[in-house]
Nanobody
Framework: QVQLVESGGGLVQPGGSLRLSCTASETWYNLGWYRQPPGKERELVAIITPGGATNYADSVKGRFTISRDNAKNTVLLQMDNLKPEDTAVYFC?????????WGQGTQVTVSS
């Protein structure tokens, strides 16, 4: 069982930035973030492999950057030029083979 602890959500104005952090209890998992906007299904935001390969949702390409520190078992999501449609609960996840583990979720609200 992988434990995930998230931090970094909050309220920001449109065009602003936030950074989400997630620390995992184990190494060598694919790490990333999903988000769930109000009234909508959960959607993949970004994922990074242990080797550093990344993949992003089209809606965040060029604005969000995912990175990881394998020595600290930590994944970061730098979110720039935030838009109101980025408002959601963001969930960190760790995935390997058929197993996926989830963080508790952190609220990101983009509003003026």
């Amino acid at each position: 069982q992988v434990q995930l602890v998230e931090s970094g959500g909050g309220l920001v104005q449109p065009g602003g930035s936030l950074r989400l952090s997630c620390t995992a209890s184990e190494t060598w998992y694919n790490l990333g973030w999903y988000r769930q906007p109000p009234g909508k299904e959960r959607e993949l935001v970004a994922i990074i492999t242990p080797g550093g390969a990344t993949n992003y949702a089209d809606s965040v390409k060029g604005r969000f950057t995912i990175s990881r520190d394998n020595a600290k078992n930590t994944v970061l999501l730098q979110m720039d030029n935030l838009k109101p449609e980025d408002t959601a609960v963001y969930f960190c996840f760790a995935r390997r083979a058929v197993s996926t583990y989830w963080g508790q979720g952190t609220q990101v609200t983009v509003s003026s």
